[in-house]
Every structure is written in structure tokens, then in C-alpha cells.
């Protein structure tokens, strides 16, 4: 008699994603066909029909990256690392960033790089190019790291960091940071090496945060929504609202009235509100879950491979996309301050969907190699 196998972690994951993509569709359909009414359009499906081409490239993108050997991205590691950095120098030259997208404070968002008849952000690909040359190079230490060469480490982390964050995007550079760091942590720096670079990072944050209005008003509304409702506070009582009107089970998808014109950038940055109004908390619930079970896979197949680098690797995406989705989580809920992180595979973004199925390829190989070799 043979023991009857359960479903592969492989195919737990795959299945997953693709349920998240697919939740996706539906409520970049939900958040965009509103440009109807809100702004006139008459291409309402247009950003829909977008976001749909992107999600079948993003899986085929999948698909073939779950091919792909992991000795190619030790060799690419550091190649994809430059790249990505080289990227985040392109968009902050004026004839390559798109131009009339500007924050709260009037400072030009030098975010987004044109790249013909589409734009992207450099910083999405920047987030995996860290991950894969932090991973390589942990691995290399093997637990026998110095303080020097910690220091060399966190020099590399530092520059994506400073270029995303003179963009201006101080949110995704701090967590370009922490992912950099975790990365480190589980690759096994000692503690005391971080307690020696802890005051000097927590003084280097307070004195980027009091020098600039902008984030301190986030803060403040962040600590005191109801102090300033029609400004400062204003996303997050919008966030608030939808949330309330959804109760348990939802009012029904395309039935949400605060994606109209009451909630700014429902179809990013607050995309989880409009979850809650449409779908109600119980289906919330059940996407945070999977964001949950994703990381949880992730870390089963970490534990699960043979080398250091695969098992950083598939740690490292595991953390990368559901911290990216907790934080999210986070500012609807008014847990922390307005961040504009989106919600990976939801939140509208075709080139940010297209990176983040294809580190779940990456991640479809580690599970397959972790369970060929147990």
C-alpha cells in the first residue's frame, strides 16, 4: 500500500496567487468603472482592460520563472540589484519621470519612469533586486559575519534607499529598509550588531520626520483622525466610513458609494476599505488570511531547502508581500500613519502586479525544489 499524497505546498501556493489575482481583477473593475462618473471618461473598463493585460502577463511571467534554475539568480543577483538602482537614478531626471503627479506638499513625485506607451515604478523592482542581493550575499557568510562586513551590507541597502527616498517617498524607503534588515536577520546577523546601528537609525528617522511638514502631518492625523476631518484626517475617516457601511457581509460588489468621490485613491492606496464596504469584514477576514497562509508557505519551503540562499530567498518574499499587505491593512484601519503602499496583487498597478507574480515564480521553484529534495 502507498500513502495517498496531499496537495503540494507548489500547488497550494499556485492556487493562492491565483485566487489574489483574480480578487484583484474584480476590484480593480470595481474601483475604475466609477471614472464614468467621477471624471467623465468615456473608457470606464479602460484601466480594467489594463490591469486584466497585465495580470495574463504577470502569470505566464509566473509560470516561466518557476522554470528557471536558482543558480541563474545567484549570478543575477547582483546584475538585477544594479539594474534596479540604475532605474531609480533614470526617474529622478525630468525628461524620463512622469511629470504632474505631485504629493500633499506640492513637491513633484518623481516616482514613475516612462517607458513608452506605459509608465512603472522603478522602486517595485528595486524591492526584489534588494531582496535577491541581500539573500545572495548572507548566504555567502554562512553565520561567520563581522561587524565590517555588516557595515558593508547596510551601505549596499542604503543606496535604493536614499534614491526612493529624495524622490520623494520616505513610506517605501523605510520599508525598503526594514526588508533590507529582516533580510539580514534572517540570514543570521548577530543581534548586537543591530542594537549598534538602532539609535543612530531611530535619530536619523526623527530628524527626516521634523523637517518635513508633510510627514508630520501624516503623523498627526494618523494619531488624531477626528482633529482635522475635511484635511489632514480626511482618507482616513473616509476609510473609516466604508468600512462601517460594509458591516458583515458587504453592501455587493459595485454597490460601494465611497469609491465614487468620497474616497481618494480607493483603487490604491485604500483598497482594502472598499473590500470591507463591498464584501463586508467576513470576506475581509478571509484575505488577510491568505495573505497570511502565503507567508506561512513561504516560510514552510524556507525551512524545508537545503542551501542558505534558497531558503533567505523564499523567506524574504514570503516577509516582502505580506508585511507590504499588513501595512496596507494597517492604514485603512488607521493602525498606522497614511503610507500610499499598496495592496499586492489588488490594488491597481499593472507593472507592480507583473513583479510581484514574478516573485511568487521565483518562489514556485523554491517550493518545487524544497519538496523534490526532502
Known sequence: MTKKKGISIHDLLFWLIIF??????????????????????????????KQALFAFIGILLMIFMS????????????????????????????????????????EAARRWLRAGFFSFQPSEL??????????????????????????????????????????????????LLFLGMLAMAIGGTPVKYFVLTLVPVLIGGLVVLSRSDRLMGRIISYQNV?????????????????????????????????????????????????????????????VIFAFCMLLFLALKVSIKSKDSFSSILSAMI??????????????????????????????????????YLAEVGILLRLAKKAEANP
Not at 32 to 44: D, K, M
Not at 71 to 99: D, G
Open 126 to 175: 528595486a524591492k526584489l533586486g534588494l531582496i535577491l542581493m541581500v539573500s545572495y550575499i548572507m548566504s555567502l557568510f554562512k553565520g561567520r559575519m563581522k561587524l565590517g562586513d555588516f557595515f558593508k551590507i547596510l551601505l549596499w541597502i542604503l543606496v535604493p534607499v536614499f534614491l526612493i527616498y529624495v524622490a520623494p517617498d520616505f513610506s517605501t524607503a523605510a520599508f
Open 226 to 286: 477626528f482633529q482635522d476631518p475635511a484635511n489632514s484626517g480626511y482618507q482616513v475617516l473616509q476609510s473609516f466610513i466604508a468600512i462601517a457601511r460594509g458591516g458583515w457581509f458587504g453592501q455587493g460588489l459595485n454597490r460601494g458609494s465611497q469609491k465614487f468621490y468620497s474616497l481618494p485613491e480607493a483603487q490604491t492606496d485604500f483598497v482594502f476599505a472598499v473590500i470591507c464596504e463591498e464584501f463586508g469584514l467576513l470576506v475581509s477576514f478571509f
Open 318 to 355: 514570503g516577509f516582502h508581500l505580506f508585511l507590504q499587505a499588513m501595512l496596507h491593512i494597517a492604514v485603512t484601519l488607521g493602525i498606522a500613519p497614511p503610507t500610499g503602499i499598496p495592496l499586492p496583487f489588488i490594488s491597481i498597478g499593472g507593472t507592480a502586479l507583473v513583479v
Open 20 to 49: 489574489l489575482t483574480i480578487f484583484g481583477l474584480l476590484m480593480s473593475l470595481s474601483t475604475t468603472a466609477t471614472s464614468y462618473f467621477t471624471i467623465g471618461s468615456v473608457l470606464p473598463f479602460r484601466e480594467f482592460t
Open 67 to 106: 522554470r528557471i534554475p536558482m543558480r541563474f539568480w545567484k549570478k543575477m543577483a547582483l546584475p538585477f540589484f544594479l539594474l534596479s538602482c540604475f532605474l531609480l537614478v533614470v526617474v529622478l531626471i525630468p525628461p524620463f519621470y512622469v511629470e504632474g503627479i505631485y504629493n500633499e506638499a506640492g
